[in-house]
């Protein structure tokens, strides 16, 4: 059974930087798109960004964009958000999500539900 665990969540001052990664156990996330959404009370799910598995294309919700970088290390089957540069707004629990089957088209939001694997999340909070 796929397992996804969400890490590197915490607090942070206004600009400073975090590094979430999301690791895999009983699948290689090397096989699966991977998108990293958000969610802040009283909000909808937000896509923030997707790696595709075939050719590492990647998608920024433009909220982010120019921030933050997803990449992979698939020798330790691992996905990372590199989040610079936060914002109070970034606010949120984390979540990564993986799908088999999914391409994220890179000027497309982000849908929860196409992703059928999910972690747990992990706490993201920005001080100003």
């Known amino acids: 059974q796929r397992q996804l665990v969400e890490s590197g969540g915490g607090l942070v001052q206004a600009g400073e930087s975090l590094r979430l990664s999301c690791a895999a156990s009983g699948s290689t996330l090397e096989s699966h798109a991977i998108g990293w959404f958000r969610q802040a009370p009283g909000n909808e799910r937000e896509g923030v960004s997707c790696?595709?598995?075939?050719?590492?294309?990647?998608y920024y919700a433009d909220s982010v964009k120019g921030r933050f970088t997803i990449s992979r290390d698939n020798a330790k089957n691992t996905v990372y958000l590199q989040m610079n540069s936060l914002k109070p707004e970034d606010t949120a629990v984390y979540y990564c999500?993986?799908?088999?089957?999914?391409?994220?088209?890179?000027?497309?939001?982000?849908?929860?539900?196409?992703?059928?694997?999910w972690g747990q999340g992990t706490q993201v909070t920005v001080s100003s």
């Open positions: 999500a993986a799908d088999p089957d999914l391409y994220c088209d890179t000027d497309t939001v982000l849908n929860a539900l196409d992703f059928r694997s």
């Open positions: 790696i595709n598995r075939s050719d590492g294309s990647t």
